[in-house]
């Protein structure tokens, strides 16, 4: 276990709920990792205000002041490189990002995705599983590359789709899933037991399966 406190710096553009799982399961784990900035480009994200009540630094970088995507993704890098982050998670981060930036951040950035990928890549994932007749749904965590929604897969859940369901309440069980997934993989990471090999995510050591560590019911 790496005897310095993982920095890590969270971007969003929401609520932020996947921020509180991240404060809430630091605090009860006393661990290894600690929130250092929460950074939004959008200034009445309200994850913002959960960061606040935390005690946890907040910027704003709205994108609309910039004249084009890697201008804004070169002013974003250097606000948060100022944190001097281990790992940069986004937690509902509505910005394709840079190929310079994903470059920039390589091995140290991770991101959550409600659908088992490689399934339903982009949006509308629900809707787009129930569409299909699928059986099974459910949200990944993966580290971050300039393939969209493409990384080497950490840590998957599943979760069964119910006769009944609509968009709405089978997004509501897979969220409550990935607040158990992302929090998980973020102590791997700042335990020093998850890192991005050269052919991909390794957990202790050992290379993850295509599909990442999978949880099911």
């Known amino acids: ?10 971007l969003l553009s929401g609520s932020g709920s996947n921020l509180q799982a991240l404060i809430d399961s630091i605090h009860a784990e006393h661990g290894s990792a600690r929130i250092r900035a929460v950074i939004s480009n959008r200034p009445d994200a309200f994850g913002l205000q959960r960061a606040k009540a935390a005690g946890i630094d907040t910027a704003v970088l709205e994108h609309g002041g910039f004249d084009g995507r890697e201008a804004f993704d070169a002013a974003l890098m250097q606000l948060i490189d100022g944190f001097a982050p281990d790992l940069v998670v986004l937690a509902g981060f509505m910005r394709i990002l840079s190929g310079a930036f994903v470059r920039h951040y390589q091995g140290r950035l991770l991101n959550i995705h409600p659908s088992l990928l490689p399934k339903y890549k982009g949006l509308h994932t629900h809707q787009r599983a129930l569409d299909a007749g699928d059986a099974e749904h459910g949200c990944s965590v993966h580290f971050v590359t300039e393939e969209l929604d493409g990384g080497p897969l950490v840590v998957q859940a599943v979760v069964a789709v119910a006769p009944g369901d609509d ?8 969220h409550q899933q990935e607040h158990q997934i ?11 037991r998850l890192r991005l090999g050269e052919q991909g995510a390794l957990l202790d050591g050992q290379p993850l399966a295509a599909s990442g560590h999978l949880i099911r019911p």
């Open 182 to 192: 992302y929090p998980l993989a973020v102590r791997w990471f700042a335990e020093g």
């Open 167 to 174: 968009a709405q309440s089978l997004a509501q069980r897979v």
């Open 1 to 10: 276990m790496p005897s310095k406190t993982c920095n890590v710096v969270v």
